[in-house]
């Protein structure tokens, strides 16, 4: 079972990279309001549209874990975005990150490694 790793790290990736797009067009976005300025930003906001197709990728490859491995193996390595997302912060957010957090992302990676055998 230890083919699923590649596609699980690639699917927790595009949907890193999903939230970290997300992140940053929210940023540049105004406040919400029913105008047209708002949804004229929304239109023109590249980070959006950025994170929809990361979405829309790790949507697919989705579906191809799904049809081709066990649900009780998929599932749980989807964690592994949790990994990811951590390192997204603190490489593009300049957040930092405890030694408690750096704890848990090791039995994340442990806890996948141990369903994919």
Do not use: D, R
Request: proline share 4%; hydrophobic share 60%.
């Amino acid at each position: 079972m230890w083919k699923i790793i590649p596609l699980a790290i690639l699917q927790s990736l595009l949907l890193t990279g999903c939230q970290v797009f997300l992140k940053f067009a929210l940023v540049k976005l105004p406040p919400f309001g029913w105008t047209k300025a708002f949804w004229g930003s929304l239109l023109v906001n590249w980070q959006l549209a950025a994170s929809g197709v990361c979405f829309g990728l790790g949507s697919l490859l989705w579906i191809y874990i799904l049809k081709h491995f066990p649900f009780s193996l998929a599932y749980p390595m989807i964690s592994m975005s949790y990994v990811f997302g951590m390192i997204a912060a603190m490489v593009f957010f300049h957040e930092t990150v405890s030694a408690t957090k750096w704890m848990g992302v090791a039995f994340i990676i442990a806890g996948c490694c141990l369903i994919a055998k």
